[in-house]
Each structure stands twice: as structure tokens, then as C-alpha cells.
């Protein structure tokens, strides 16, 4: 993966709009907080293949982290904290933050097609 390049990361998102796509998006702290502290909650969120169609999407963000955002008919779906992204071999947009130790903390990726488990 590649640090955000929001000019060329922005055009790759537009690619996608007005297309029925495949979303998964994942939160997570995972294990990472309760191993090195007992008191701290372990939290996160996963949704993965969600078939919606975005009119438009948004990156923002200055420096190190930067939002993305789609925007839905009925809302919004947005990954903060992204500080990478790639297009893969299958023509899938990857875009991911990692935190210092470089952990996953959050993933948005979109596809035309699904995901595989």
C-alpha cells in the first residue's frame, strides 16, 4: 500500500460512483487494546459485501489521516483515520489506516465484485 495521494485517491473513489458496488468496511482496535491494558474496552465494527450505489465520494484531510466518504441516496458510509490505499491485482480500491506499530485500526475497500471470505 501506498501513502494517501488524495488528488489520484479521489479520482479512483469517482471511478466507483453511480455504480452498484460491493463495500467492506472494518474498525477495529482488536485485540491490541486489552492485551497491554485490561481496563480498556476492545471495540470495532465489520461489514463486509454491502451492495449499495454511491453518487458521490469525498476524500478530506490534511498531513498524515484523511476521511472517506460516500454518499448514499439515504446517507452517508465514511472510514476515518485512512492513511493508505492500492488498487489491486482484481481492480479492487483498498484504502486502510494502520496506527504507529502499523495495526489495522480501519478499512474501507470497494469493488465491482464481491469480496471472497
Not at 486502510?96 to 464481491?114: F, K, N, W, Y
Amino acid at each position: 500500500m501506498e501513502p494517501i495521494e488524495i488528488n489520484h485517491l479521489q479520482k479512483l473513489i469517482d471511478q466507483h460512483a453511480n455504480k452498484e458496488v460491493y463495500v467492506h468496511l472494518e474498525t477495529t482496535n482488536g485485540a491490541y487494546a486489552s492485551h497491554f491494558n485490561q481496563d480498556a474496552y476492545n471495540v470495532g465494527a465489520f461489514i463486509r459485501n454491502a451492495k449499495v450505489t454511491y453518487q458521490r465520494g469525498k476524500v478530506v484531510g490534511a498531513g498524515t489521516t484523511y476521511r472517506v466518504g460516500l454518499k448514499l441516496d439515504i446517507g452517508w458510509i465514511y472510514a476515518e483515520g485512512v492513511n493508505q490505499y492500492e488498487v489491486d491485482d482484481n481492480n479492487k480500491l483498498l484504502m486502510a489506516g494502520h496506527d504507529r506499530e502499523g495495526r489495522l485500526m480501519v478499512a474501507l475497500q470497494i469493488s465491482e465484485t464481491p469480496f471472497n471470505y
